[in-house]
């Protein structure tokens, strides 16, 4: 089932493999953060222990911050 909410369509060059690694070829990769989250950072620590799982956009120092 297609969600019809215009948040969650994609344009067709968005599921285009070669505009990806298009992006990562010239090295624009502006979603990628020099650091960790900064919600992740604030409300981190009160996390649960155990299995997280982790959707990636690219790069992510998260996963160091939530495996430490």
């Not at 089932?1 to 369509?9: G, H, K, L, M, S």
């Not at 690694?21 to 020099?34: A, S, V």
């Amino acid at each position: 089932c297609r969600n019809p909410d215009p948040i969650f369509r994609l344009s067709a060059k968005m599921t285009d493999k070669n505009y990806w690694l298009k992006k990562w070829q010239e090295k624009d990769i502006r979603f990628h953060q020099e650091s960790f989250h900064p919600q992740l950072r604030k409300f981190g620590s009160t996390l649960p222990g155990g299995t997280v799982l982790v959707p990636l956009c690219g790069k992510s120092l998260d996963m160091i911050y939530l495996s430490s």
